[in-house]
């Protein structure tokens, strides 16, 4: 059985530009959830999916925004990239309430 | 504001030892705890807690949950090599599978 797939796996982009990252979760999984990775804050809870509507949103401006898809593939978008967005952003894929999540490789972005 | 607090924040223990890492939580609507090692990249599942006083236990690894102190805590035991990652702790949110997640624990076994 695939695990959950995060595409790109590693990215770098200059400041101001925007990103699209790419998460497939374990098939059969209709919740997916974002989180963003940094040494200094740990991991952070960006937004969480279920059946394509947006369900819990976490703290962060809104340069992040996410989509999921009828087939329970979800992305999230940055746009106008600082600094400070450079990070692990993993995904996490659960089969609902009360269920586990399981997460991505992660996508490694760095800004520039 | 739900908040999950980790300690130690990082540990060094020789091969063979025993090791306790504590999670406490401050959260509206307590649903669950969960505990994840992270190695690498993507952090892997290793416990989900949702009574009190019931002990999950996996090899090494075992986990027990006390809603009274609003804490948990996971021993490894007869620690290995293999064992050195981040553990982290997580709460999942009342309505959906989101997770508010501690600033973990980094672990390192020395042989």
């Known amino acids: 059985k695939a695990g959950v797939t995060q595409t790109p796996r590693y990215l770098i982009k200059t400041r101001g530009q925007q990103v699209t990252l790419s998460c497939s979760p374990i098939?059969?999984?209709?919740?997916v959830s974002w989180y963003q990775q940094t040494p200094g804050q740990g991991l952070q809870f960006l937004f969480e999916?279920?059946?394509?509507?947006?369900?819990n949103k976490g703290n962060f401006p809104g340069r992040f925004s996410g989509r999921q898809f009828s087939n329970s593939r979800s992305e999230m978008n940055v746009s106008t990239l600082e600094l400070g967005d450079s990070a692990l952003y993993l995904c996490?894929?659960?089969?609902?309430?009360?269920?586990?999540?399981?997460f991505g490789q992660g996508t490694r972005l760095t800004v520039v | 504001e739900d908040k999950v607090v980790q300690s130690p924040l990082s540990l060094v223990v020789h091969e063979g030892d025993t090791v306790t890492l504590n999670c406490s939580y401050e959260?509206?609507?307590?649903?669950?705890l969960l505990w994840y090692k992270q190695e690498k990249k993507a952090p892997t599942f290793l416990f989900m807690l949702t009574s009190s006083g019931i002990e999950k236990k996996s090899g090494r690894l075992s986990s027990i949950l006390d809603k009274k102190e609003l804490s948990s805590i996971l021993n490894i035991t007869a620690t290995q090599t293999g064992d050195s990652a981040i553990y982290l702790c997580?709460?999942?949110?009342?309505?959906?599978?989101?997770?508010?997640f501690g600033k973990g624990t980094t672990l390192s076994v020395s042989s």
């Open positions: 959260v509206t609507n307590f649903r669950s």
């Open positions: 098939s059969g999984h209709r919740s």
């Open positions: 996490a894929s659960s089969l609902g309430v009360g269920n586990e999540a399981f």
């Open positions: 999916y279920f059946s394509e509507t947006q369900r």
């Open positions: 997580a709460v999942g949110v009342p309505a959906g599978t989101a997770l508010i």
